[in-house]
């Protein structure tokens, strides 16, 4: 299973949201850069960097971003606010491994399947839910369609993977939080990244039980120190199977 540890960036800053509210970041007075650096050291293959301005459509991180991407080792995975073929594009030729589509995969699904044809294992499909409910518009509009059949609607086109976020998760429900990722997972043939189930290292074993779980996204928790990332990674990693011994 891949951990990829989340940068979500608002003005510049590295901040943390609940349940998807941008108009309440908590701030963390740490440098993105410096930070992402940090997470790469630790042996993080893969960071996840969410755009909480463009998200908004108040402006972008975009020259940081790209800094990002530039210096900090590791693959990087580009969300938030991505709603046209150019951005899209420009993304990937300044040197994103995956750029995650969510609003515009629900309002032009045939622009989103055509991209994925053109860039195979590079565009990552993004159900963000509440209540049962798929959201759009940085998880402000509800979508017409229910999460199952929008991850069916995508069910022949070559993605890198579904990002699944539980919006609505109580971080005292971790069964809950499980039981939604579960039944979606089971209802897509592409792997899934988990995002906002992880507080503690022991979430990281729990989610290697969820069939066709690949990966989860840890932010806040990295950010509270309440998970160690080299720990997390090295619970993520696989174990080998036994071998019968032969005498």
Same mark, same amino acid.
């Given at each position: ?10 003005? &510049? ?6 349940? &998807? ?8 007075? #740490?440098?993105?850069?410096? @930070? $992402?650096? &940090?997470?790469?050291?630790? &042996? ?7 755009? %909480?301005?463009?998200? *908004? ?17 590791? +693959? ?33 699904? +045939? ?13 990552? !499909? ?9 959201? @759009? ?12 059949? %929008? ?11 579904? /990002?699944? @976020?539980?919006?609505? +998760?109580?971080? =005292?429900?971790? =069964?809950?939080?499980?039981? !939604?990722?579960?039944?979606? $997972?089971? +209802? ?18 729990? /989610? ?7 990966? @989860? ?9 309440? #998970?160690?990332?080299?720990? *997390? ?5 696989? #174990?080998?199977?036994?071998? $019968?011994?032969?005498?």
């Amino acid at each position: 299973m891949i951990i990829y540890p989340t940068l979500e960036l608002q003005n &510049g800053r590295c901040v943390t949201l609940h349940r &998807g509210r941008l108009e309440e970041p908590s701030v963390w007075h #740490v440098d993105p850069v410096e @930070t $992402a650096r &940090g997470f790469a050291e630790a &042996g993080a293959e893969w960071l996840h960097i969410t755009d %909480f301005d463009a998200v *908004a459509g108040e402006g972008n991180n975009d020259e940081l971003i790209e800094e990002i991407i530039q210096t900090c080792g590791s +693959s990087v995975q580009v969300a938030g606010g991505v709603r046209t073929r150019e951005q899209v594009e420009a993304w990937i030729e300044k040197g994103a491994g995956r750029v995650v589509l969510g609003t515009i995969a629900a309002r032009d699904p +045939s622009l989103v399947k055509d991209m994925a044809m053109r860039h195979p294992d590079q565009i990552c !499909l993004a159900a963000d839910v509440w209540q049962g409910q798929l959201m @759009t518009d940085g998880w402000r509009q509800p979508a017409a369609i229910a999460p199952e059949d %929008f991850l069916a609607s995508y069910a022949d086109v070559p993605l890198a993977s579904v /990002l699944i @976020t539980d919006i609505d +998760s109580d971080i =005292d429900q971790a =069964d809950a939080q499980l039981g !939604l990722l579960s039944q979606l $997972a089971g +209802s897509t043939r592409h792997q899934v990244i988990a995002a906002g189930t992880v507080r503690e290292v022991d979430d990281v074993a729990r /989610l290697k039980y969820v069939p066709n779980i690949a990966g @989860t996204l840890i932010g806040r928790a990295l950010f509270n120190k309440d #998970v160690d990332l080299v720990a *997390a990674l090295d619970v993520a990693k696989p #174990v080998p199977e036994a071998k $019968a011994e032969f005498i």
